[in-house]
């Protein structure tokens, strides 16, 4: 049975909840016939991103899915590339505010996901879930773990393909933001990564090496 590591990102910057993790939790524990582990992150550079690559060590799994949330996105957005750079707009959960610096010193200036972007934003759609390819992650814990991440692929577990996805706010965390401000259920939340999940199994022969592009 394949496998696939599903992380999710801990409360950061006041909230009380992060949709990332909170929808994971609600995922099924086998999707499209892959066994889906489940792994809560802490939003702290360094710490987030090694939780990930030791849950790799251990469970060898044949996917890689980190999840995000963006608050203010109105859709669901797998991202399509992560860069060494890091520039935190806010301290995270213990108090780290790189600036101005690489990641990783002397690697690649940027990765590509190795997952099928394109295919997940597609079948996310047809189901009615707002969805779209976003490329940029930003510069702060999400895109990170992003990159750090598609390193540790890239150097030591070519054969694993992996990539990032940002989740809206959940409905109940728009109750004390600007009016106008876009939530999302964490049903639907939960089904569009469910369905992505779903792409990513199904479109493993379109897998490109570069990108997460589809043809």
């Not at 989740?167 to 089904?191: C, F, H």
Request: charged share 20%; aromatic share 6%.
């Amino acid at each position: 049975m394949k496998k696939i590591l599903i992380t999710g990102f801990d409360p950061f910057g006041g909230e009380k909840i992060n949709p990332a993790y909170e929808a994971v939790k609600l995922l099924p524990d086998q999707i499209a016939g892959a066994e889906v582990i489940k792994l809560e992150v802490p939003t702290v550079f360094g710490k987030g991103p090694q939780k990930t690559v030791d849950a790799i060590e251990e469970f060898h799994p044949d996917y890689v899915l980190c999840i995000g949330q963006a608050g203010g996105r109105s859709q669901i957005t797998p991202e399509f590339v992560g860069i060494n750079y890091v520039q935190a707009r806010i301290p995270d959960n213990e108090g780290n505010q790189p600036m101005n610096q690489p990641l990783v010193e002397g690697a690649p200036a940027a990765y590509f996901a190795t997952i099928p972007v394109h295919a997940m934003v597609e079948e996310m759609k047809k189901a009615g879930i707002p969805a779209s390819v976003s490329f940029t992650a930003g510069t702060y814990v999400c895109n990170a773990m992003l990159y750090c991440v598609m390193h540790a692929l890239a150097t030591k577990h070519p054969t694993i393909k992996g990539g990032f996805m940002h989740v809206p706010y959940a409905t109940e965390q728009t109750v004390n933001q600007p009016a106008g401000t876009p939530g999302m259920n964490l049903s639907d939340i939960a089904k569009g990564i469910e369905l992505a999940v779903k792409a990513i199994v199904e479109n493993e022969t379109d897998i490109q090496t570069v990108g997460g592009e589809t043809h």
